[in-house]
């Protein structure tokens, strides 16, 4: 099935330290969603972007839709040991369906 | 999770039994959708319900599964004659019905393992 591209596929860091991740597809997508999975639990959102070129915030994340509405980048600045677990970036193409096509995950590791 | 609750967590079947997985949306959510997720793999989207009506079930193998959204109880994701390659951990979602693109608010799923 179609997949979104992701990467870096894992990062090993030090607390402290800022974090960039990105996802890139071949399709347009409407809107774009980065949600973050702990061990045996399921994904919570913490981003959603609705319009190409929109830059949010939430706390310490950052997130941008890009331009060509193909591409989108979280970054997380100051990581702190809690900020460990699987990133995904997910699109979403409205219409519909309203189903969600999901990154290969960000597995981030974080040294205090 | 945003009060999406599934269960069971945890299933264990033999091959060629039957899996009842439940779920049960965000109070106020008429929108369901079932994911599949592989280890070490992101989520795979299955199929796509409203209240009594399936929506896209494109990403629903055709043979051995199906899914219910009834007007009353939960969402049943339902898998008969179970196979090894059916184990997986499976997600539940579910948004509201004001518009398209409304954010999807998942639950802590249930990890299926086929012996």
């Known amino acids: 099935g179609q997949q979104l591209n992701q990467s870096p596929q894992s990062m090993f860091i030090q607390e402290g330290e800022d974090v960039s991740m990105n996802c890139t597809s071949s399709s347009i997508f409407n809107t774009w969603l980065w949600y973050k999975q702990d061990p045996g639990e399921g994904p919570v959102l913490l981003i959603a972007l609705y319009k190409a070129g929109e830059l949010t915030s939430n706390g310490r994340l950052t997130a941008q839709f890009g331009i060509t509405r193909k591409d989108s980048f979280l970054n997380i600045s100051a990581s702190i040991p809690s900020d460990v677990g699987i990133y995904f970036c997910a699109g979403q193409g409205g219409g519909a369906t309203n189903k969600l096509i999901f990154g290969t995950g960000t597995l981030l590791a974080v040294q205090p | 999770n945003a009060g999406v609750m599934q269960n069971p967590r945890h299933l264990v079947r033999r091959r060629g039994q039957e899996a009842r997985l439940r779920c049960s949306p965000v109070?106020?959510?008429?929108?369901v959708y079932w994911y599949r997720q592989l280890p070490e793999e992101g989520l795979k989207f299955m199929v796509y319900?409203?209240?009594?009506?399936?929506?896209?079930e494109s990403g629903m193998p055709k043979e051995r599964f199906s899914a219910e959204f009834p007007k009353e109880g939960p969402s049943i994701l339902r898998i008969q004659q179970v196979v090894r390659g059916d184990s997986a951990a499976y997600f539940c979602a579910s948004s509201t019905n004001q518009g398209s693109n409304q954010p999807q608010h998942f639950g802590d799923g249930t990890r299926l393992s086929i012996l």
């Open positions: 109070k106020g959510h008429s929108h």
């Open positions: 319900l409203q209240k009594e009506n399936i929506i896209d």
